[in-house]
Structures are given as C-alpha cells and as structure tokens.
C-alpha cells in the first residue's frame, strides 16, 4: 500500500496550496482519510479527516474555516485545500487512511490504518 502525498512547496502567508494523496494497492472507498502535520521540533499532529462518504468532516481549531478536506473515490484520491496560510501551518504534511469513522482519526492516539509519506509545506511571512 502507497499513499503519496504532493502539492507541498514554498508560499507566502496568506497565500493558497493544495494538497493530494494518491492511494494505491487499496482502495479506500470504505475508508476515512486524513491529513496530519508535524513541524520541526514538535510532535505529529492532526489536521483534518473525511469519512468514506465525505459526509462528516473533522477539522482541528487551528485550520478550522482555512483548510478543506475532500476525496474522489473514483480516484483513490484525498485532497487538502489550505487557504490564508499562516507561518504556522508549516510542516511535513501526511496523509493516513483510517477505518470508517473521520472522528477516530481525530483522536490520541488516532486510529490510523496506513500512514503515507509526506509533503513539505513552507510558509514564509
């Protein structure tokens, strides 16, 4: 199972990148997804998930109203739309898949299936 992340790169604050997470040798259809970020020096933390049919969607306080998750089954595809980027936000983004509940991928630990590499977002003031 391979979970590759891209659209990471070098913005400005307040500036847009989104990100995907193209899944292959499974399908995640029955799958919540989500993406998580670590900055340098800090430990991984969540940032958003979507369960299998996007109908319930998990946002952490700090992108919470910036940052849109989404998903094309069809694609084996998870996406993350991050809008009013803030120096923050920066980090090593990855993208998991969980099992069917976004909320679970939410939690400490979080209940995640397979972990994807990451992709790097730098956000310069």
């Known amino acids: 199972v391979q979970l590759q992340a891209s659209g990471g790169g070098l913005v400005q604050a307040g500036d847009s990148l989104r990100l995907s997470c193209a899944v292959s040798g499974h399908t995640i259809s029955t799958d919540a997804m989500g993406w998580f970020r670590q900055a340098p020096g800090k430990e991984r933390e969540f940032v958003a998930s979507?369960?299998?049919?996007?109908?319930?969607?998990v946002y952490s306080d700090s992108v919470k109203g910036r940052f849109t998750i989404s998903r094309d089954n069809a694609k084996n595809t998870v996406y993350l739309q991050m809008n009013s980027l803030k120096p923050e936000d920066m980090g090593i983004y990855y993208c998991?898949?969980?099992?069917?509940?976004?909320?679970?991928?939410?939690?400490?630990?979080?209940?995640?299936?397979?972990w994807g590499q990451g992709t790097q977002v730098t956000v310069s003031s």
């Open positions: 998991a898949t969980g099992w069917t509940s976004a909320r679970a991928l939410g939690r400490t630990p979080p209940s995640v299936r397979f």
């Open positions: 979507i369960s299998w049919s996007g109908g319930d969607k």
